[in-house]
């Protein structure tokens, strides 16, 4: 069975300028969501909330964790890709269903 790829051209060529944006974009992006999940834990601790305790675990499921895999994935190059990626997208899912929770689970 031949495998379907899902994209309308080929991009080409990424310049390295690009490269370099994104991968700070990400170091960035993983950087803000551990802080704001050490915001929501010191809330969860402060006021006893528990959607506070979601939307901490969310938020590292969201990028803390797929960031670390992702660095995993640069230092260790025998790890399949293919794992990696569908534990990122798995781990981002799941975090923002903790976090849909977290705003809807009363206060």
């Not at 010191?42 to 006021?47: A, D, H, L, S």
Request: hydrophobic share 60%.
């Amino acid at each position: 069975m031949d495998m379907v790829v899902l994209q309308l051209a080929d991009p080409g060529p990424i310049p390295d300028w690009a490269l370099v944006y994104m991968q700070a974009v990400d170091v960035l992006s993983a950087l803000i969501g551990i802080f704001i999940s050490y915001q929501a834990y010191r809330g969860y601790r402060r006021n006893e909330s528990k959607p506070m305790l979601y939307i901490s675990i969310g938020f590292v499921l969201v990028l803390a964790v797929p960031f670390v895999l992702l660095v995993a994935l640069v230092l260790i190059p025998f790890v399949p890709v293919a794992a990696v990626g569908i534990v990122q997208q798995t781990s981002q899912v799941l975090g923002l269903l903790a976090i849909v929770y977290a705003l809807r689970m009363p206060g």
